[in-house]
């Protein structure tokens, strides 16, 4: 038979691996506890419109690259490709600014799906984190956004950040730009690439993050959003920078960063390391005053980050190696009889908790022990014919080979106390 592989762009995590992917969600949970926020798992599936409206009709994402299908009643169903748009919906159909009150504080961890062509650390399932914060419109609440990433990256083992700011305005502000930055690129609509003459049309704010070299060149001398911002965005910017200078993180202003998603009003960030070379992005975010309405809410301001657990899981495994599993005890039953006893007293000592393998390996001994050495368990512990006939066990400790006999009733405690040296 010709086997099954698992789809491009997915990858399976193993043993001991796994365990640092627990490890990383430990951290990031521990920080969602630490500033307060309450963990929100929504479906990995949503209505495709709500990506077409939330996140925005001519962005990469949802043009190219989502996972889309039609289920067996018909409707068009996606497979979640951000998170941003997933807990905004929650938000407003759960009713949580009435029920619980503003302003709201959620963090969410899971895989995200992006039909993206393969290529290293690039996968179709990946997965993130991210933050954030319904109903606080102050420039703190995006401060804070800010220093929740980086504690949970300091966390990770990075020293070094490097915070890229932008403001894009909001929708007083932003017309008037966009109205400049089209008056200004008019005559020159040829010498940009096809996809920038089409945002041109269709969502010009998007030229500004053209990978292009030659669309960059011109949108360097072209107006930036932040010559633009009105007063209440110019306030909001600059306490915005004032809070991050008081936390000691250094930023630098990107005029034209603007992110990749269509939801975001004023600030817009990015988190780099110096430390980690050309690939040097650890998570990106910022406001987003308008999702709520265009998801059918009323007014309501947003702020919040994601990042990629992938990204994150390579600073983690630079800086430690993922711990294999442990086995205290490897519970060997010499002869049928044993069985029986065996498998409740595996349980107890699992109950009782410790780490407990039991055999139903039917070779002799020496081949047993052997066994017990490849697992690295701390102790073999044995009942043949004659510990069940005196109600007695063999503990071994396999690192001395020393054994001595204990008797069943203070099994656990002989255990136990060995285990605690
Ligand atoms: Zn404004
Ligand atoms: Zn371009």
Redesign the pocket.
């Known amino acids: 038979m010709e086997r099954i592989s698992a789809p491009r762009g997915t990858q399976d995590i193993l043993p001991p691996d796994s365990n640092l992917w627990t490890q990383l969600e430990e951290t990031i949970r521990h920080n969602g506890e630490r500033f307060v926020y309450g963990e929100i798992r929504t479906p990995i599936f949503e209505h495709s419109e709500l990506f077409a409206r939330g996140v925005g009709q001519d962005t990469d994402i949802v043009s190219k690259e989502m996972y889309t299908l039609i289920d067996r009643g018909g409707r068009s169903l996606t497979l979640r490709p951000e998170g941003t748009a997933c807990v905004a919906r929650a938000f407003l159909q759960q009713n949580l600014a009435n029920l619980r009150g503003l302003p709201q504080k959620l963090f969410y961890i899971g895989p995200m799906f992006r039909y993206e062509r393969p290529q290293a650390g690039r996968y179709r399932q990946h997965h993130q984190f991210g933050f954030e914060v319904f109903g606080d419109p102050q420039p703190e609440m995006d401060a804070e956004i800010i220093a929740i990433a980086i504690s949970i990256f300091r966390a990770l083992g990075i020293r070094q950040f490097e915070v890229d700011l932008n403001s894009i305005?909001?929708r007083?502000?932003?017309p008037v730009f966009l109205a400049a930055l089209k008056k200004e690129l008019a005559p020159h609509l040829m010498e940009l690439c096809t996809d920038c003459q089409r945002r041109y049309q269709q969502n010009p704010i998007r030229m500004l993050d053209c990978k292009k070299e030659t669309c960059q060149q011109m949108l360097d001398q072209a107006p930036h959003p932040v010559d633009f911002?009105?007063l209440?965005?110019q306030t909001h910017f600059i306490r915005m920078q004032k809070c991050l200078s008081a936390l000691g993180f250094s930023f630098r202003l990107s005029p034209r960063l603007v992110r990749g998603l269509d939801y975001y009003t004023?600030t817009v960030f990015e988190i780099v390391s110096p430390e980690l070379g050309a690939q040097n992005a650890l998570c990106g975010g910022g406001r987003y005053d308008d999702l709520i309405e265009i998801l059918g809410g009323p007014p309501t301001p947003g702020v919040g980050f994601a990042g990629g657990m992938e990204r994150a899981m390579l600073i983690l495994q630079e800086n430690q190696a993922p711990e294999p599993l442990r086995l205290d005890v490897y519970l060997v039953p010499l002869g049928e009889e044993a069985y029986s006893q065996a498998m409740l007293l595996a349980m107890r000592l699992r109950e009782a908790g410790i780490r407990t393998e039991l055999s139903y390996d039917r070779r002799g001994l020496s081949a047993q022990l052997k066994v017990a050495n490849r697992k690295h368990a701390r102790f073999a512990l044995l009942l043949g014919e004659q510990e069940l006939k005196e109600g007695s066990l063999l503990l071994r400790n396999m690192e001395s080979g020393e054994q001595r006999t204990i008797s069943k009733s203070e099994v656990l405690q002989s255990i136990s106390s060995v285990l605690a040296v």
């Open positions: 305005g909001c007083e502000c932003r911002l009105c209440q965005c004023r």
